[in-house]
């Protein structure tokens, strides 16, 4: 009979575990989205450091991510969410201290 209830007091946990809330920021940490139809849609972003139609650079707190490729456009900018259009070639990530 003991080791039933444990088992259900461990099964309880676990469940509990996959439906609680996250840790707190946990919503307002930055992430990058990259489809492979060319549109990348950055959340939180910190700042836009550099963007032409060939570099886009971004700031994503400790992180810097370089994007680089043909006709990068800015489609929208949002309070917590930007949008870019184009061919990415290849992203660069820089880890600062």
Not at 3 to 30: A, I, S, T
Not at 33 to 59: A, F, M, P, S, T
Request: some cysteine; glycine content about 10%.
């Amino acid at each position: 009979m003991k080791r039933k209830k444990k088992e259900h007091e461990r099964l309880g946990d676990m469940v509990k575990g996959l439906l609680g809330q996250p840790e707190p920021g946990f919503y307002h940490q930055p992430v990058l989205h990259i489809n492979c139809r060319g549109q990348i849609e950055v959340e939180n972003c910190k700042e836009i450091l550099l963007y032409n139609e060939e570099v886009v650079r971004l700031d994503m707190g400790h992180w810097e991510i370089s994007l680089f490729g043909n006709e990068l456009e800015l489609c929208s900018m949002g309070r917590a969410l930007l949008t870019l259009r184009g061919k990415v070639f290849r992203a660069e990530f820089t880890y600062k201290e």
